[in-house]
């Protein structure tokens, strides 16, 4: 019939019999998300964490069985300390990283003062020697040795103009040493 249109997106599939004036969601009871990162508890494995497109970050607890919210928006990068799973990093979109020592229940933003904003994706890791210390990517790499209380520029200038940090790697050999990509912002 005229004027009915149907929209899939990232979100689901929805219908308009009006041409476009009104909408009705046809997903409910579909389990649709668009999976962006993932981060897995080196302690328990029945922990893991899931940055999704426009549908925020989640944690998955296996003990209780349930995926609970722990960001909304679009969820990025996601990390599980590999000595307490109950401290985790996430981050929405350019940068803004957060910590929770609660398993999610709370959190604090740990972005580092002066960084500007990254990519969308931007590149957060932990150094796989040492739990306290994180390593992000903006224009240049920003070090923090303390969980993210406070951060130092380690790097001047390491993307060119118009460049961002794009990707982040410690050596496996060396942890003294870092891997970076970079590319548009």
Known sequence: PSGILFNGNDGGIYKTANGGLNWTDLSNGLQILQIDRIGISQTDSKIVLVGNQDNGSMKYDGKSRKWVQI????GCECIVDYTNDQTI??????GDIKRS??????NKSIKPTGAGNGV????LIMDPKDNRTLYAGFMDIWKSIDKGENWNKISNNLAPANSLLTQIAVAPSNTN?????????
């Open 71 to 74: 960001l909304e928006g679009d």
């Open 89 to 94: 990093y996430y981050s929405y979109i350019k």
């Open 101 to 106: 020592d609660d398993g999610g229940i709370t």
């Open 120 to 123: 969308w994706h931007t590149p």
């Open 177 to 185: 040493y870092l891997y970076v990509t970079n590319g548009p912002n």
